[in-house]
């Protein structure tokens, strides 16, 4: 299993930014993905997931209205899509598989930099 | 949300010498009706993303050394390297997934 990101972004603040994450090696639509994220220096905290089947989403209430998770089953890729960025969504951004609809994350993306700069 | 605290936030153990990190959720995790707790461990290396060790509090992910486990229900749960080795040098963190998921803080794990 291999969840391969997109790479390192720079983005002004109030802009949005796209982070991909392509699957391989498992049923694409047999597991969510989770996305999370890790500030520099900083601890691991969720943003939410996608069921790639159904294309259902749940959200942390933190990021309600200010993310959207879609997915592409032809292509087996997910992606985030986080607006109205301020220097706080300075963070590595990390796709992660969820075991078996368990909420326990088994495969990670290598991590995706983004860089909120004016 | 619940929230996961962790105890300690640093520690320095020899190698070869037991090592245990706490957790300590804001409310029980432990659904009654499977009897499982909602809980996992990760480990993560400088510059790595994190690796599950240990889900459901106590089953150890395939691959991960037995010196590895993890105890514990309802609010309160450990994790123990039975004995250090160099390369168990990181952070961890422990996960509840009960509700919307949360992490704790962070443990970090050096060498004596």
């Known amino acids: 299993v291999q969840l391969v990101q997109s790479g390192a972004e720079v983005k002004k603040p109030g802009a949005s930014v796209i982070v991909s994450c392509e699957a391989s090696g498992s049923s694409f639509t047999g597991y969510y993905i989770n996305w999370v994220r890790q500030a520099p220096g900083q601890g691991l905290e969720w943003i939410g997931r996608?069921?790639?089947?159904?294309?259902?989403?749940k959200y942390a209430q933190k990021f309600q209205g200010r993310v959207t998770m879609s997915r592409d089953t032809s292509i087996t890729t997910a992606y985030m899509d986080i607006y109205s960025l301020t220097f706080d969504d300075t963070a590595v951004y990390y796709c992660?598989?969820?075991?078996?609809?368990?909420?326990?994350?088994?495969?990670w993306g290598q991590g995706t930099l983004v860089t909120v700069s004016s | 949300d619940i929230v996961m605290t962790q105890s300690p936030d640093s520690l320095a153990v020899s190698v070869g010498e037991r090592a245990t990190i706490n957790c300590k959720s804001s409310?029980?995790?432990?659904?009654?009706?499977?009897?499982?707790?909602?809980l996992a461990w990760y480990q993560q290396k400088a510059g790595q993303p994190p690796r599950l060790l240990i889900y459901?509090?106590?089953t150890r992910e395939s691959g991960v050394p037995d010196r590895f486990s993890g105890s514990g229900s309802g609010t309160e749960f450990t994790l123990t390297i039975s004995s250090l080795q160099a390369e168990d040098v990181a952070v961890y963190f422990c996960q509840q997934y009960y509700s919307t998921p949360t992490f704790g803080q962070g443990t970090r794990l050096e060498i004596k």
């Open positions: 409310q029980s995790v432990l659904d009654k009706s499977n009897n499982k707790n909602y």
């Open positions: 996608i069921n790639p089947n159904s294309g259902g989403t």
């Open positions: 459901w509090a106590s």
């Open positions: 992660a598989r969820e075991m078996d609809a368990s909420g326990s994350l088994d495969y």
